[in-house]
């Protein structure tokens, strides 16, 4: 009890702008006119205030230490006031009141604060994990995988971005080979994708969707071991599916920037499948480098 009304007192005494952050922009003001040699008091509203960065980040602390999660209520009558000022620049201001709001379950606030987060820290992959969920749970799952995904870029091992990718492939039925043999194909070419040795064996094919998205299809021989799906036609594709060992499965899904080596089973020649070990191509005689999706075609 004692702790929250402390808290409550402190949330109080930041609900309006402290002394010394009146004197900061007063200083500030003050040294803008002397620099620019005009006055702008007659912009100015007599009742308008600021408060300082350092007083952000303050906020952001103090809302952390409220906790969340816990008191979501308290965070938002917190920092609220101060979400539309253009001098906050505290990505923990932002990171905060995305989890305060998830956890009242206004999701559409909640998903614009992670991503004025994001727009400050925009490789940040908890934030990433956070947007992601929130999405689902405003049944966005396009945007909650593709979030899920940007996360799982520095964070692949970590159980809850292993467990959300397996459920929204599911649900959304990513691992599903696209049918594109209605689709307007818009490039047949072979490509080098393999940047140390000469390397032209795959094959990339794109195609149209009749929604107005795109097919990548990645293959040697014809045979097929990727395909990277996008919702529109803009780069970079939203995700890649991968056949990792040749049974015609996609059961890997990465993000579109995610690289991945190319299966050493695509550049297995059919004749020699069923050769002899000793007659088959040794692997290390000519190494594959790393694949990433076609982003400059």
Known sequence: MRKILVLTLLILLFAHPSAQARKNMKIRSEKARTDS????????????????????????????????????DLVI??????????????FNFYSSLGSAYKNTEDFKEAIAAYDH?????????????YLGITYYKSNDLPNALKYILKSSEQK??????????DKLTKELDIC??????????????????????????????????P???????????????????DSDTKQPVDYIIIDTDGDEQFEKVINSRGRFGVPTWAYTPVKQQDASPDKKRSPDKKRRGQARTSEGE
Do not use: C
């Not at 009742?47 to 952000?56: K, Q, R």
């Not at 987060?117 to 994990?129: D, G, I, M, V, W």
């Not at 194909?185 to 000469?198: A, G, P, R, T, W």
């Open 156 to 165: 692949p091992d970590h159980p809850g971005v292993i467990k959300w990718i």
């Open 77 to 90: 009558s917190l920092l609220k006031p101060y979400k539309k000022d253009e001098n906050n620049k505290s």
């Open 37 to 72: 040699g005009q006055s702008r008091a007659d912009n100015v509203k007599p009742d308008e205030t600021a408060i300082s960065e350092f007083d952000y980040e303050a906020l952001a602390l103090l809302s952390l230490e409220l906790n969340p999660k816990e008191n979501p």
């Open 211 to 229: 929604a107005g998205g795109r097919i990548q299809v990645l293959s040697v021989n014809d045979k097929i071991y990727s395909y990277g799906i």
């Open 117 to 129: 987060a994001l727009e400050l820290e925009p490789n940040e992959p908890s934030t990433q994990y």
């Open 176 to 209: 599903k080979v696209p049918d594109t043999s209605n689709m307007k194909m818009v490039l047949d070419k072979n490509i080098d994708v393999n940047k140390e040795v000469e390397d032209e064996e795959t094959r990339l094919r794109i195609y149209f969707t």
